[in-house]
Every structure is written in C-alpha cells, then in structure tokens.
C-alpha cells in the first residue's frame, strides 16, 4: 500500500499518521508539503491529518482547502484513490467540497478532548472492513470544530447510502444525528473526527483505530 | 474603495457562540435579549474595477461557507 500525509503549515497529527500507516503497511508514507502540486505516482492513499491548518484561520480546513496541493488531491480521488481525512483533515475535506456538509464550533464551545464510544454503521467500506456493522468501538477525540451539520435533505441521503460510517454513541459536540464520520458517493473518500491513528498499539491505550488502517491495507493490498 | 462582507450564520444553524455571548451578557444583568447571533466581518480595500461579481465570487469560493453561512455586501461608497 502505497500512501502519502498530506503536511500543512500547522498540521500537528502528520507524524502520528505517518507511524501508524507505516506500523500496519510496513511502508513509510511519503510525506507531502501542501505548496506541492503533485503528488507521488501509484498512490493507493492519501491522508490528510488532523492538527490546526493555518491556525484555523477564517473557518477551520478553509485555508488548506485551497493549498495548491489539494486540486492533486481532488484529481486523485475521482480517479478512485482512497482519501482519508481524520479531525482538521475531516474539516479540509468538507471545505474542499470533497465531503458534503460542514463542522461547526463545538455545541458545548468547549473544545473536547477524551475517548468516545462510536458506532461502526457501514462494514462494507474500505476504511471499516475490518470492523461489523453496528460494532461499538473507541477511539479519542479532540477538537474545537466537530459539529457535523448538513441540510435535512443531505443528512437524510447520507444515511440512506449507508454514508454515515461512524456515529456517536451519545452525544459529544452537537454533531446532527451524531454524526462522526461519512463517505462520499463512491465510497473512497472517508472523513472522521475521531483519531484512528491515536488507537493502533497497546502502549496507546486504545487499539480499535489499527482495525481501519488493516482493512484499507487488506482491501488496497489486494489489487483487483 | 472598502467593501464590507458580513458573513453570518443561517437562520436554523445553531450559534454556540451567540449562544454563550447571550448567557454573558444575562450574567452580566442585562435583560431582555431574546436571541445573539455571531458573525464576522470582513473587510475589503479593494481597486475600483473590483466589480460585484467579483465580491461575489469571492464570497460564495472563500469567505462564506454557503453551507451554514450567508453572506451580505455592502459597498461604503466614498470610503478612502
């Protein structure tokens, strides 16, 4: 499995991505500066982390979005390269009109940081094969901007693709129908506000984030 | 000439921020506010060929995000 981390000025989980990918893949990712406007050939994954781009400027994830990078990164994901984005990626992703939507400030305000049950809705995508359906799971959050919100007619479209892949087992920031994380159409784009990455070895205290980067590896590694 | 974009939340979209403003300023014994809202302002200094498409655009691809946010333009002519 090939893969890239997408760096932004102000990116702060990069590393810890980067290990985790290289820990299931057993390949080192390619890190990639975001003034880059190319990426690396024979990607299977890009993965845009989370941390605080361009310190949250304007909205969070708007800046990034339009880091020339990213038009590399739209280009290969309509191609059908798997594009991860967890917590400021999740929010680049959704800027970059990749992922329909938007994360709001916090409904509490305050910025959330601890370890959250969720609900593994959708097994059948690339980025939860390893998981069942209905799994309960858990993982760390912390953000400032987790809020999912879309319009009714978009949540509802969501849910009735099978798009909601992740949800809250209670509520954490507010997030419509506790929302976590969604796909996009064609199933290769997948943003969460949750740290997988954070969740891969004993020493973390949590495992369940490993079960992800495993089935993005078993589904990719595999070529048809 | 300066431009102003107002971006402001849509109506529906709840505002943690104008939220915890309102409680404030009760704490603080002001009384009677039924609502708060929060938003931005932008300000804009811009060459006078800048049209209002152009302040559109720029709107509707960066400053708003038109998911949960409207925007609103206000020319301050004869503003230095």
Redesign the interface.
């Known amino acids: 499995m090939n893969s890239a981390v997408i760096v932004f000025p102000g990116s702060n989980c990069d590393r810890d991505l980067a290990e985790a990918l290289a820990l299931v893949s057993g390949r080192a990712p390619a890190m990639v500066w975001h003034k880059e406007s190319s990426l690396p050939g024979n990607l299977d994954l890009i993965a845009v982390p989370g941390g605080f781009s361009y310190g949250d400027y ?2 969070s994830g ?1 800046m990034a979005a ?1 880091s020339p990078v990213m038009a590399a990164v739209r280009q290969a994901a309509a191609r059908g390269v798997m594009v991860l984005g967890i917590c400021n990626g999740f929010q680049v992703l ?2 970059a009109r990749l992922l ?3 994360l ?6 305050s910025f959330v940081c601890r370890d959250v049950a969720l609900r593994v809705e959708n097994s059948q995508s690339a980025f939860t094969a390893r998981y069942d359906a209905g799994e309960e799971i858990v993982l760390p959050v912390a953000h400032h901007d987790g ?1 999912y ?3 009714a007619a978009t949540l509802d479209r969501l849910e009735g693709e099978g798009r909601v892949a992740l949800r809250y087992a209670d509520a954490v920031n ?1 997030s419509a129908r506790n929302i976590a994380g969604i796909l996009n159409e064609a199933g290769n784009v997948l943003g969460m506000m949750p740290h997988p990455e954070r969740a891969v070895e004993a020493a973390h205290g949590l495992t369940d984030g490993r079960r992800l980067f495993e089935g993005l590896l078993e589904t990719i590694g595999q070529p048809a | 000439m300066k431009i102003r974009v107002y971006v402001t939340l849509k109506a529906g979209v709840l505002d943690p921020q104008g939220k915890a403003i309102h409680h404030a300023l009760e704490g603080l014994g002001f009384a009677g506010l039924r609502d708060v809202r929060a938003g931005k302002l932008i300000e804009l200094d811009a060459e006078d060929g800048v049209d209002d498409g152009q302040v559109e655009e720029m709107c509707r691809r960066l400053l708003a995000n038109t998911v949960i946010e409207n925007y609103r333009i206000e020319r301050m002519e004869g503003a230095a």
Do not use: H, Y
Not at chain 1, 104 to 109: D, K
């Open positions: 304007l909205r708007a339009l959704t800027e329909p939507g938007a709001m400030r916090n409904a509490g305000i809020n919100q879309a319009d507010g």
